[in-house]
């Protein structure tokens, strides 16, 4: 599985956007970008994915460099709910169910 | 729907015993992945089940097994219990046709004496 890096751990004020970036220099053309995330004493829960362009949904939105070497979530006005360690992993759409998951990123909500 | 449920939730082991963990996935999802998570290793995956058959297996030993029911529920059994299997075990389950989303529970935490 192709490896991401994030960094170990982000603060961000409450009700202000957090960019959280991610950098798979070793993506290939066939990985998707999943995010998942966990907060504190429950199973990881699922956030965004994609593949080529950007995408939203109520959670989030992934912003996709056009060389698809890094990536960046991002959470529009954080809440203190929004604590938790993301994880940014690179995922093929064949093959099987495996989610490889890397040490992601802890983000620390400041009130 | 329901979530994905396990149980129980936590155990304590001594060295040398077994353990059981077991988990009900979302009604519908025929797919069931285990994971272990440990603060020195993280979140690692240990196999995946889809209709009742092992579809894939991650780098652990023999002494950690698993099977799935026809209903989908899943069991883990781990024999011969070391200290360093005290982690959280985590299953996931999703519809079976890969790369859709995984669905976790909350887990259960097993501490080994």
């Known amino acids: 599985d192709a490896k991401t890096t994030q960094p170990n751990s982000m603060e961000s004020n409450e009700e202000e956007p957090v960019h959280l970036p991610c950098n798979h220099s070793t993506i290939s053309g066939t990985d998707y970008i999943h995010w998942y995330r966990q907060l504190p004493s429950q199973g990881p829960e699922y956030v965004i994915h994609?593949?080529?362009s950007n995408v939203n949904n109520r959670m989030a939105s992934l912003a996709i460099a056009e060389d698809r070497k890094s990536s960046t979530l991002i959470l529009h006005r954080a809440t203190l709910r929004d604590a938790a360690v993301y994880y940014c992993i690179l995922r093929r759409n064949f093959g099987n169910e495996k989610l490889t998951f890397g040490t992601g990123t802890r983000l620390t909500i400041i009130p | 729907k329901a979530g994905v449920t396990q149980t129980p939730r936590y155990l304590i082991k001594t060295r040398g015993q077994q353990v059981t963990l077991s988990c009900s996935p979302i009604?519908?999802?025929?797919?069931v992945s285990w994971y272990q998570q440990t603060p020195g290793q993280g979140l690692q995956f240990l196999f995946e089940y889809f209709s009742e058959t092992q579809r894939n297996k991650g780098n652990f030993p023999g002494r950690f097994s698993g099977r799935q029911f026809s209903n989908s529920r899943s069991e883990m059994n781990v024999s011969t219990l070391e200290l360093g299997d005290s982690a959280l075990y985590l299953c996931a389950s999703s519809p079976g046709s890969q790369g859709e989303t995984q669905y976790f529970g909350p887990g259960t935490r097993l501490l080994v004496l």
């Open positions: 994609g593949l080529t």
């Open positions: 009604s519908g999802h025929r797919s």
